[in-house]
């Protein structure tokens, strides 16, 4: 841990995703912290998830359906507030200044002073042998693009300003990386919290049990290196311009 990291106690936090159930698998439990002592907590959630299930026979359309109602229910039991769903097409994500923008309105809307999302420069893990999901990283940069300096500069989308969405300044972005990290949150208290929003996932999760062991294992692991029985770790980058 980075000694010179206070620990966080943020008012307003935002979480940031491609998908639903990325953040609950990522970060729920540091939510969950953070709700404990007194944050309101958001999510933006940019894909419709219509990709995720290998049923044959499901409906796109009613996949959406669901889980959108897996991650308000994941929320909602973490002791959050709001999701907003941006519905692009899951898998096709493409960067576009339309997005940004996008997740400019929600930022200059709820005026985080923490945003949570995925760090973009994870591309692939040789030695864990994984690709991280275009649309993780299209969200993650699009993301660090809108926190700045989109939504902190006036001159920026105008239009917005003039509708009242006034620039806001994020103080704190925490970017989930399976690699590297520089700040841990100590979530022995929380983890129970995160099992249960994910086990409102249930259309991705067809074992939570399972799941469960190896997420205990990680946070064993990760809170190891701070010194905590169990702990989510991330990149922490407090926006000091
Ligand atoms: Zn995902």
Do not use: C
């Given at each position: 841990?980075?000694?010179?990291?206070?620990?966080?106690?943020?008012?307003?936090?935002?979480?940031?995703?491609?998908?639903?159930?990325?953040?609950?698998?990522?970060?729920?439990?540091?939510?969950?912290?953070?709700?404990?002592?007194?944050?309101?907590?958001?999510?933006?959630?940019?894909?419709?998830?219509?990709?995720?299930?290998?049923?044959?026979?499901?409906?796109?359309?009613?996949?959406?359906?669901?889980?959108?109602?897996?991650?308000?229910?994941?929320?909602?039991?973490?002791?959050?507030?709001?999701?907003?769903?941006?519905?692009?097409?899951?898998?096709?994500?493409?960067?576009?200044?339309?997005?940004?923008?996008?997740?400019?309105?929600?930022?200059?809307?709820?005026?985080?002073?923490?945003?949570?999302?995925?760090?973009?420069?994870?591309?692939?893990?040789?030695?864990?042998?994984?690709?991280?999901?275009?649309?993780?990283?299209?969200?993650?940069?699009?993301?660090?693009?809108?926190?700045?300096?989109?939504?902190?500069?006036?001159?920026?989308?105008?239009?917005?300003?003039?509708?009242?969405?006034?620039?806001?300044?994020?103080?704190?972005?925490?970017l989930t990386n399976f690699e590297y990290t520089n700040y841990y949150v100590d979530i022995s208290d929380t983890?129970?919290?995160?099992?249960l929003a994910l086990k409102a996932h249930a259309s991705q999760i067809p074992d939570i049990d399972q799941t469960?062991?190896?997420?205990?294992?990680?946070?064993?692991?990760?809170?190891?290196?701070?010194?905590?029985?169990?702990?989510?770790?991330?990149?922490?980058?407090?926006?000091?311009?």
């Open positions: 841990m980075d000694i010179n990291l206070k620990e966080l106690k943020p008012k307003i936090i935002l979480g940031i995703a491609a998908h639903p159930d990325d953040l609950d698998f990522g970060s729920s439990a540091t939510v969950a912290h953070f709700i404990n002592q007194g944050a309101k907590a958001h999510y933006l959630i940019i894909t419709d998830g219509s990709k995720g299930s290998s049923d044959q026979t499901v409906n796109p359309k009613d996949l959406t359906r669901i889980r959108y109602q897996e991650q308000r229910k994941a929320l909602k039991l973490l002791g959050g507030q709001s999701v907003t769903f941006l519905g692009y097409p899951d898998g096709l994500l493409e960067m576009s200044l339309g997005l940004k923008k996008e997740i400019v309105k929600v930022i200059r809307t709820i005026r985080p002073d923490i945003v949570i999302t995925i760090d973009p420069s994870m591309i692939y893990s040789a030695q864990r042998g994984f690709i991280n999901h275009p649309d993780h990283r299209v969200a993650g940069q699009a993301t660090l693009d809108a926190v700045f300096p989109l939504a902190r500069d006036h001159l920026v989308f105008p239009e917005l300003s003039k509708n009242g969405l006034k620039p806001h300044k994020v103080k704190t972005v925490l983890f129970d919290k995160k099992i469960k062991i190896w997420l205990r294992q990680m946070a064993e692991m990760t809170g190891q290196k701070a010194g905590y029985k169990l702990a989510e770790g991330f990149v922490r980058i407090d926006l000091r311009i």
